[in-house]
């Protein structure tokens, strides 16, 4: 049976499915049964940062392999301390809990943020969140998720959080209190449609935590690990977080997810608090440690910004011959090109052009090309665009 018939079978519907039969991934490209070469820019949504089947990924993956699959977390395993040291090395945190996904790694930061509140008073339980956010959707995730549309179907959700609008001031101001707990943040919008956090509202977060304490949650499961041009984007700002969360590429393409906790709370959550059978699966934690390398390696982070660079010129050029554009935003490897007309008909007239893109927030089309995507790959991709938004 044809494997599209056979997923309209028996796979529940909850997914868009494309039209293609995917025979294999490699780099840059995803390939059809027919042969069909598609430029893939969005990297199996912000996963694929190294490219499909990496050499070194796929080493780690084999090399691991020869040692063990699964323990459980009874047992301390190589893997998952070599990852856990360099997202250390390499952020404000001093530890590291591991999932298996971004939502997973939400709930363990929601959790840990009601028992530190409830540490300081019974009272301090309110969590604020923004309007247009994505945090996952379990109902932790769903609870901090900004979006009614996701939300009104599975209400009531877990109570205590508050929802303001992104960049307003007098909002948060507002709705900050004794009582909160936590604020949650995607430094860069993404499920919305690549919405940066102002500066000024930074700001005033940071004043405002040092007035009351609550936590600054970072989510940054889209944004983390070199997508916007720096390991995380919170060091794009003046912004310290207490908590951030990570998934999508952590794994090198395996699901993993992490909460990363600065030293003042390394012993908020105690033994028994949080687990996960799977969480920081050893194969998962190898493939992780071997794309962090690439990821953190000599010269990749400058060339990482010479790619995004050529990326944004090319597409305000376009911009500037094209009606269809509304406006382009983001930063690194993570940018929102808003339409004005129909982005689903350009998706799919990319398709048929060898493209895949990515649409969200109906109209805005979400580039997260693998970062290790070529000079010649985002020419093509510029060449291409540009003729099927004249078409
Ligand atoms: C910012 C953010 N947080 C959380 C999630 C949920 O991650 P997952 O799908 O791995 O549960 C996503 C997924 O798109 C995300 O973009």
Not at 238 to 247: E, K, Q
Request: hydrophobic fraction near 40%.
């Amino acid at each position: 049976m044809n494997p599209l018939q056979q997923d309209a079978n028996y796979i529940l519907n909850t997914y868009k499915r494309l039209p293609i039969v995917v025979k294999k991934a490699k780099g840059s490209y995803i390939y059809d049964d027919k042969g069909k070469r598609y430029l893939d820019m969005y990297a199996g949504i912000a996963v694929n940062s190294v490219g499909h089947l990496h050499p070194r990924v796929k080493h780690a993956i084999h090399h691991q392999l020869k040692k063990h699959m699964h323990l459980s977390n009874y047992f301390v395993t190589e893997a998952q301390n070599e990852l856990a040291k360099r997202l250390v090395e390499y952020s404000f945190a001093s530890k590291v809990f591991f999932t298996n996904s971004g939502t997973e790694a939400i709930e363990a930061s929601f959790k840990l943020a009601r028992k530190y509140g409830k540490s300081i008073h019974q009272e301090k339980i309110e969590v604020i969140a923004l309007h247009e956010s994505f945090h996952g959707r379990t109902m932790g995730g769903l609870s901090l998720t900004g979006q009614p549309k996701y939300q009104e179907p599975f209400s009531p959700l877990i109570p205590g959080v508050i929802h303001i609008e992104r960049n307003n001031i007098e909002a948060i101001r507002h709705a900050v209190s004794e009582k909160t707990c936590a604020i949650f943040l995607e430094m860069v919008q993404g499920e919305s449609g690549i919405h940066p956090l102002s500066d000024a509202f930074i700001d005033e977060i940071i004043a405002l935590k040092e007035k009351y304490h609550f936590l600054i949650i970072a989510d940054e499961v889209q944004t983390g690990l070199m997508r916007t041009g720096k390991m995380f984007a919170y060091q794009h700002t003046t912004l310290i977080p207490d908590v951030l969360s990570l998934a999508k590429s952590l794994g090198g393409g395996l699901p993993l997810g992490a909460m990363l906790v600065s030293k003042r709370l390394e012993n908020v959550l105690k033994p028994g608090d949080h687990g996960s059978t799977f969480g920081g699966n050893p194969v998962s934690c190898a493939a992780g440690l071997a794309t962090f390398k690439i990821l953190s390696s000599s010269g990749f982070q400058n060339e990482l910004l010479a790619k995004s660079n050529i990326l944004m010129r090319g597409l305000f050029e376009i911009q500037k011959e094209s009606q269809m554009i509304q406006e382009i935003r983001g930063k690194g490897m993570m940018i929102g090109i808003e339409i004005k007309g129909d982005a689903e008909a350009i998706k799919q007239k990319a398709l048929n052009s060898g493209i895949l893109l990515n649409v969200t927030h109906q109209n805005v089309i979400r580039l997260l090309p693998p970062l290790t995507i070529t000079m010649q790959e985002i020419k093509h991709f510029l060449h291409v665009f540009k003729t099927i938004l004249a078409t």
